[in-house]
């Protein structure tokens, strides 16, 4: 029923209202253009705020996952680059190993060679102590993770454990420190692992037996049960024991006691091993270059088995280093996918379409001014009751 008042205008009213539902259209529409996102409140899209945020968060942990990633192929790299070094070296043993094991090279010679291969051994220790990524030992059987490099790749949606990539960097080289520090009682490992204290008794008999002296209780062989100075005037008596019996046996036990002394007072540092902790891979001890010497032609020649072995064990280092690059490099591009395509899938949820709201921009900018048209006609309505005053 329409009637005239002036105390209400249901017109003008209901165009104020449909005014202020067309302003907050408009504002949202202005929000959403300025921040580029369809959903800025939890008001927006309450299912879709959560399943984007989700997203968003597995997006951030995917491409934390791909530095972890290139952080352990760098960390990989090094030790392999560091290997290689060390096969270099190796190979340069054999050439000396291969010139040493020659008659035709006299004494002076085999000291030469065989000084070279001590600094050899030398520097193979360095790297395997000194060698590290951010402060971590690389081939320290103390470091800090253990066996392997654990490297987390995943994202929420999966458990720690499901998500983390194990390396192999199980292979450790052992080094005996020098003949001077060891007479200062230094602990070391030794090829079972275990801290032990490396006296210089202990030094003179890895001497005496790299010299090729017997070892027993007999006449003419060195004791090992003995200590202090009563094992050095025990080995000396194996060495003046010795057959001098013609001068090519004389010439042989002088040799001996060369060799005993040389190696003896050598301070260097020695390779002891290079092991694996692994069950069923080779162990390190066969590979020692410790007892190794090239002061003879036969020790020279007999140098080849550890060498060999030293070169196969670091090979087979390399080959565990390198299946873990691979597998790593294997895990960046399955994430570098997932993180893609996670991140359109947020994108598709949160982010504004541009297009939509510009016409919703041009929609509601137009429905302000009718609405504004529409509500000064309506309160104008009013005025036509002071017509029948007249």
């Known amino acids: 029923m329409g009637s005239f008042s002036i105390l209400n205008n249901p017109a003008a009213i209901n165009g104020q209202h449909q005014l202020n539902i067309n302003n907050v259209n408009l504002g949202r529409t202005l929000q959403r253009m300025a921040s580029g996102m369809r959903i800025n409140t939890g008001a927006d899209d309450a299912a879709g705020l959560q399943i984007a945020d989700s997203l968003r968060a597995n997006v951030y942990a995917l491409n934390?996952?791909?530095?972890?990633?290139?952080?352990?192929?760098?960390?990989?790299?090094?030790?392999?680059?560091?290997?290689?070094?060390?096969?270099?070296?190796?190979?340069?043993?054999?050439?000396?190993?291969?010139?040493a094991a020659t008659e035709t090279v006299d004494q002076l010679g085999r000291d030469a060679l065989n000084n070279e291969f001590q600094t050899i051994q030398q520097e193979i220790a360095r790297i395997a102590t000194d060698t590290n990524f951010n402060g971590s030992k690389i081939f320290d059987r103390g470091r800090e993770f253990g066996n392997y490099l654990d490297l987390f790749v995943g994202d929420l949606s999966v458990g720690s454990i499901d998500s983390t990539i194990e390396n192999s960097i199980n292979g450790y080289i052992s080094v005996k420190v020098g003949y001077i520090d060891v007479m200062r009682g230094i602990s070391v490992d030794d090829s079972g692992g275990s801290s032990v204290i490396v006296t210089e008794d202990a030094w003179k008999?890895?001497?005496?037996?790299?010299?090729?002296?017997?070892?027993?209780?007999?006449?003419?062989q060195v004791d090992e049960s003995l200590t202090g100075t009563d094992l050095e005037t025990n080995i000396r008596a194996a060495i003046a024991a010795l057959p001098k019996d013609t001068a090519e046996n004389t010439a042989k036990a002088n040799q001996i006691e060369h060799v005993y002394n040389t190696i003896s007072e050598d301070s260097r540092n020695k390779v002891q091993g290079f092991g694996f902790e692994d069950v069923g891979k080779p162990e390190g001890s066969q590979a020692s270059l410790s007892v190794v010497h090239l002061l003879t032609h036969t020790a020279a020649a007999a140098a080849f088995t550890n060498i060999k072995a030293s070169l196969n064990s670091i090979a087979t280092?390399?080959?565990?280093?390198?299946?873990?690059?691979?597998?790593?490099?294997?895990?960046?591009?399955?994430?570098?996918?997932?993180?893609?395509?996670?991140?359109?899938?947020?994108?598709?949820?949160?982010?504004?379409?541009?297009?939509?709201?510009?016409?919703?921009?041009?929609?509601?900018?137009?429905?302000?001014?009718?609405?504004?048209?529409?509500?000064?006609?309506?309160?104008?309505?009013?005025?036509?009751?002071?017509?029948?005053?007249?």
């Open 64 to 99: 934390q996952g791909i530095r972890n990633s290139n952080d352990g192929i760098s960390y990989l790299q090094i030790a392999d680059g560091a290997l290689a070094e060390i096969t270099n070296l190796l190979t340069r043993a054999v050439t000396l190993a291969s010139q």
């Open 205 to 220: 008999l890895i001497a005496a037996r790299a010299a090729g002296l017997p070892m027993g209780t007999g006449t003419g």
């Open 317 to 390: 280092m390399r080959g565990d280093i390198g299946a873990g690059m691979n597998r790593l490099q294997a895990s960046i591009s399955v994430m570098q996918t997932q993180s893609r395509n996670t991140l359109a899938a947020e994108s598709a949820i949160r982010d504004a379409n541009m297009a939509e709201e510009i016409t919703n921009l041009t929609k509601f900018q137009i429905l302000a001014q009718t609405g504004i048209a529409a509500l000064s006609h309506a309160n104008t309505n009013s005025q036509i009751v002071l017509r029948l005053l007249q």
